[in-house]
C-alpha cells in the first residue's frame, strides 16, 4: 500500500514563506506524477500544483508565481515551496499520488495576517 507523509506545515506570518516535504513510500515514484491539493474550512479540495514523472509543472492561477512544485527521484520525495504567503492559503495541505489514488494524512498551514 503506498504511503506518503507531509511535512513542513506550520505557522507564518503573511508574505513569509514555507517548505512542505512528501514522502512515499512503496511506490514506483521516479515514473510517478505528484500533486499537492488544499481545503480551507468549509470548502472544497482544490488542487494547488502538479508535476509529471517527466517534471512538466502545472499550477493552480492562484498560486502562480508564488508556489513551486518540485521532485527529488533520489528521496522519493516531492516539495512544495511557498512564497509570498497570504492569509487566504491557510489550508490542509494534502500531497497525493494521483496514478495511485492515495492521499497523505495532511499538514497545517496557517497565515496570519
Known amino acids: 500500500q503506498v504511503q506518503l507523509v507531509e511535512s513542513g506545515g506550520g505557522l507564518v506570518q503573511a508574505g513569509g514563506s514555507l517548505r512542505l516535504s512528501c514522502a512515499a513510500s512503496?511506490?514506483?515514484?521516479?515514473?510517478?506524477?505528484m500533486a499537492w491539493y488544499r481545503q480551507a474550512p468549509g470548502k472544497q479540495r482544490e488542487l494547488v500544483a502538479g508535476?509529471?514523472?517527466?517534471?512538466?509543472?502545472n499550477y493552480a492561477d492562484f498560486v502562480k508565481g508564488r508556489f513551486t512544485i518540485s521532485k527529488d527521484n533520489a528521496k522519493n520525495t516531492v516539495y512544495l515551496q511557498m512564497n509570498s504567503l497570504n492569509p487566504e492559503d491557510t489550508a490542509v495541505y494534502y500531497c497525493?499520488?494521483?496514478?495511485?489514488?492515495?492521499w497523505g494524512q495532511g499538514t497545517q498551514v496557517t497565515v496570519s495576517s
Open positions: 497525493n499520488a494521483p496514478q495511485y489514488d492515495s
Open positions: 512503496r511506490i514506483f515514484f521516479s515514473v510517478a506524477a
Open positions: 508535476i509529471s514523472a517527466g517534471g512538466k509543472t
